[in-house]
């Protein structure tokens, strides 16, 4: 019962904020530096260890919750690897926010599992690499397969709440079955994604998975992990006439570690710092850009038979092809894949 009366107390709020463009959603990248180094990461070409200065977000999350941000997602890189990451969530916690860490799991300390016993995460969304230290070691380039199940276990025994992901690539696509009944067997749930992103068509090319693999995963696996179809209902029906069909920019932002503000991690166009404005200007900023996106956009997906059956972004598709959306559907790639993954023919 309690659930129901959460999903519809969550479902008003988020109707609200996109009514008035609330920025209810704040992810911070704490840092770009991972003890990871995945062969896939988008993140690989650019340059580490960069970690945002402490003060510097306590002022960015007294300028959020002043703007009407509730939900914090605290990320990196990897962001235990901050060496102020305990100081940083007790502070947003202390300000009303409901934090999610986005983690790798393996640098957990026993500080900071005694701090999320203390301040509750809303979540820890933990990330699996395969189901063995040689996959590991095959997609991180390290030996932390233990150290990583053993963490999650850590925290399970303490009731944290943990969401497990698990990122398919060809290299641990084998290991799927063996991550659902892990998380099935510690009653975890569980999350899959395969659309890969990176500026490094080479990194898409050889990592990615094939296009029946895929299909087999939207088909079999996704039936089996834990997916949000209501929140995926409610966002198409509040913007199926615009562009960007998520809350970028309407209800939700993204912190660079650079201290730079995009709507969306994967949308660079526009990056304003609050060293140079207040978060209510690039707020407002954010809302004529929305506005330009969606008067100039040739949105030819909107006009596609298959255009439920589309698993690209606009923003995924800008980093692939260099537009937004593509000016000719046949032209494009991803639009062949994305029909071929449901197993029909593309004409």
């Not at 956009?297 to 537009?323: H, V, W």
């Amino acid at each position: 019962m309690s659930e129901r009366i959460d999903d519809i107390v969550m479902y008003k709020m988020y109707t609200h904020a996109f009514k008035k463009r609330i920025p209810i959603m704040a992810t911070i990248e704490i840092t770009n530096e991972c003890n990871f180094r995945c062969i896939h990461c988008y993140l690989n070409n650019q340059l580490r260890r960069v970690f945002l200065d402490k003060d510097e977000i306590y002022g960015m999350i007294n300028q959020f919750v002043e703007n009407g941000t509730i939900y914090l997602t605290i990320t990196g890189g990897d962001p235990l690897l901050h060496p102020d990451f305990c100081a940083i969530y007790e502070y947003a916690i202390k300000r009303g926010l409901i934090v999610t860490v986005f983690t790798n799991a393996s640098l957990l300390t026993l500080d900071m599992l005694k701090l999320f016993v203390k301040y509750p995460p809303r979540r820890v969304e933990v990330t699996f690499y395969g189901m063995s230290e040689e996959k590991y070691h095959n997609v991180t380039r390290t030996y932390m397969y233990e150290q990583v199940i053993k963490n999650v276990q850590s925290m399970k025994n303490k009731k944290i709440n943990i969401l497990a992901k698990m990122f398919i690539i060809r290299e641990n696509y084998s290991e799927i079955n063996k991550f659902l009944d892990y998380c099935k067997k510690q009653q975890l749930p569980c999350k899959l994604d395969y659309v890969l992103v990176s500026d490094d068509k080479n990194v898409t090319e050889r990592h990615k998975i094939t296009n029946a693999e895929a299909r087999k995963v939207d088909e079999e696996y996704f039936k089996q992990a834990d997916v949000d179809e209501n929140w995926g209902k409610f966002i198409e029906n509040e913007t199926k006439n615009e562009l960007l069909h998520c809350g970028a920019g309407r209800i939700s932002f993204w912190v660079k570690a650079n201290n730079k503000i995009r709507i969306c991690n994967f949308i660079s166009d526009v990056e304003l710092s609050l060293e140079q404005y207040t978060f209510h200007d690039i707020w407002q900023h954010f809302g004529y850009y929305l506005e330009r996106l969606n008067e100039n956009s040739k949105d030819l997906c909107n006009m596609c038979r298959y255009q439920k059956q589309c698993f690209i972004c606009p923003a995924k598709m800008k980093i692939y092809t260099g537009e937004f959306r593509p000016t000719s559907v046949g032209d494009i790639p991803f639009c062949k894949q994305s029909i071929e993954n449901k197993g029909e023919i593309y004409d």
